[in-house]
């Protein structure tokens, strides 16, 4: 009886842990190297070019205000 207890706990607790570390590592960037890196590495570095680009005409226009 006990060790159906225990077996059924661990199996339970197991599954839990799995589970939890599934839902903690999926969210991870993928590793470099692979095409998904290099297309999230595109688009990161594009999105940071542009933001750049919005200040400098931010400050220009800033710039010629005062």
Same mark, same amino acid.
């Given at each position: 009886?006990?060790?159906? /207890?225990?077996? =059924?706990?661990?199996? %339970?607790? *197991? /599954?839990?842990? +799995?589970?939890?570390?599934?839902? !903690?590592?999926? #969210?991870? #960037?993928? !590793?470099? *190297?692979?095409? &998904?890196?290099?297309?999230? @590495?595109?688009?990161? $570095?594009?999105? @940071? /070019? @542009? /933001? $750049?680009? +919005? $200040? &400098?005409?931010?400050?220009? =226009?800033? +710039?010629? %205000?005062?």
């Amino acid at each position: 009886m006990w060790n159906f /207890l225990r077996f =059924t706990a661990f199996s %339970v607790a *197991g /599954l839990a842990i +799995r589970k939890s570390w599934n839902w !903690l590592t999926e #969210d991870i #960037d993928p !590793l470099p *190297g692979t095409k &998904e890196f290099e297309q999230e @590495y595109s688009n990161a $570095k594009r999105r @940071y /070019l @542009y /933001l $750049k680009k +919005r $200040k &400098e005409e931010w400050y220009e =226009t800033l +710039r010629k %205000v005062r």
